[in-house]
Structures are given as C-alpha cells and as structure tokens.
C-alpha cells in the first residue's frame, strides 16, 4: 500500500485502540518484546507463543494488500513471456527460486503424488513440481500472478479454497506464505482439510527463533514489517500445528542435518525454518502407530 499509506493505516489503528489480543488464539495476555520504527509492535502471546505485529492486520486490508501492491522482486514482479525459456532452463534459478533443495527432501518422503502450492505467486514451484514428477497445483490469491502462470507456464493455480472444495493431496507445500497471514489459523483449517491422512506437509519461514532474529531483533529485516505480520518460531509450530494431529520434525538452513522432533533438534539457528508435517495414523485407522517420517 505504499509507505504512507501503511503508517496512516498504522496511526488510525493505534487512534482506535486496536486490542492487541493474540490473532491465533485471542488471548489477552501479550506483551510488547521490541518496538521497531517507534510505531510498530513484535509482540508475544504467553498462551500460544505466536510472535505477531501491532498494530495487526485484518483479513479484508491483507487480501486487497496482496491483490494490488505486494511487491516482492522475483516472486510479484513477473517476467516477460520471452524470459521464461531461460529461468526455466536455469531451473528458475536465475531469479533464486530454484526448489531443488526442498524437491530433494520431499523425494525421500514422498517420491510421487499430487502436490499443492500453497502461496504459488506465479507458478515457478508448480512448473518445478510437475518436471519433478509430481501432479502439481498451486493456490494464489493474487489474480494476476495467477493468471499468469495458468497463461504462460501452462499450470494449473487455483484462486479460491472454495475450488478446492473436493479435492485432498499428498503433499502441501508452502514457502515463505504464512508469515504473511494474519490468522495462521486460517492456513491451518486448510491443511487439515487438504491434505491427505496418509500426506505430508512442508513450510518454509523466516527463522524468529534463529540466531539472528535472537541477536537483531526487530532489526532483522524479515522479524516484523508491512507484509510480515507474523514472527514463526518452532516452539509456536510445536504447540498449535501438532494438535491438528500432525507430528513435526524441524530443520534450518543451511539444512545440513536431517530434520529431527523438536524436542532431540539442539541446532535451529538457521534464517529459514522448515516445518515437516505428517498425519497422525491412528490405530482406529490402521491398527498402529504411522510410518516415521
């Protein structure tokens, strides 16, 4: 929305006494961790542990947001059709969304099946998918970029969870979405009804509970900002994602050791958190515990 913009909508927030409750679980007891820019807020809920901006977005100013002046070089900035030849041959590494790190992993723990990208921008995870083998698809709120990778990448992205209705995959997939939400329960109801019982997720986020994030504070670019509404650590991902009946393992980057249950993880003071994510198999269903992943 521009830098003015965003401070005036800031100010009249502050004006109105915007409550600072928790935007996941709505509890009151929150405290102020660090200010940044006098205005803004990193603020921690004790009864989840959800590191959020104050003043908070709503549901409505994200999505309008997202539609019409999110900028972020590389993922919003879209190519010229006659470029795609080459990011596509560099494996889009040419504009540093090469997923062949996460393709990896994802074929040691799933090597096929249908996938959804969730937060798909325009298309480059889904293109990379699909060569890897995978029935890919991706969701995006931002019509254009969706329209665009439907048009010239030839895949398929959804722009509605309402189009998603019948459909459940093997794999979701999101990377560097869900600090950008401001309710991740919302992205939560969706993974539960989305992916299958016997499928695996994967997140990707900036790291609030790494090294920097610990050192920087709010000076760490990535910790709080206009689209960074929300701070992820592991802890948070540990307390709320596991009650959707999903055991978690964690990794940070540089990802040099395998992802491991938060409670044996000693080293996640990487930039970048990933989240692993498998259905609990009950014995009701199977009988036994599930598969490690």
């Not at 540093?96 to 799933?110: C, E, F, Q, V, Y």
């Amino acid at each position: 929305m521009g830098r003015i913009n965003f401070l005036l909508s800031v100010m009249r927030k502050i004006i109105a006494a915007q409550d600072s409750s928790c935007p996941y679980c709505g509890s009151n007891m929150t405290h102020i961790v660090q200010r940044k820019k006098v205005v803004l807020q990193l603020r921690s809920c004790q009864a989840c542990e959800l590191l959020f901006r104050y003043p908070k977005d709503v549901a409505e100013e994200s999505r309008s947001f997202y539609q019409l002046n999110y900028r972020e070089p590389t993922v919003t900035d879209l190519p010229r059709p006659s470029e795609l030849p080459r990011h596509i041959q560099t494996n889009f590494a040419s504009i540093a969304r090469d997923l062949s790190g996460p393709i990896a992993t994802m074929k040691r723990l799933k090597p096929s099946g249908t996938i959804l990208d969730y937060g798909s921008s325009w298309g480059y995870g889904v293109h990379q998918f699909r060569a890897a083998g995978y029935d890919a698809a991706g969701y995006e709120i931002s019509r254009p970029r969706a329209e665009f990778g439907r048009r010239h990448l030839n895949v398929t992205i959804y722009e509605s969870v309402e189009d998603l209705t019948d459909r459940s995959f093997d794999i979701l997939f999101s990377s560097h979405v869900l600090e950008h939400i401001p309710n991740p329960r919302v992205a939560f109801d969706h993974f539960r009804r989305l992916l299958k019982p016997s499928g695996l997720l994967m997140i990707f986020v900036p790291n609030a509970g790494g090294r920097l994030a610990r050192e920087l504070g709010t000076t760490w670019g990535p910790l709080i900002c206009e689209k960074h509404v929300l701070a992820l650590t592991a802890a948070f991902f540990e307390r709320n994602l596991s009650t959707y009946g999903l055991r978690l393992l964690f990794g940070t980057s540089p990802y040099t050791r395998p992802p491991a249950p938060l409670a044996m993880t000693t080293d996640l003071d990487g930039e970048e958190l990933m989240v692993i994510g498998q259905p609990e198999l009950t014995s009701a269903s199977t009988g036994r515990p599930g598969p490690d992943i």
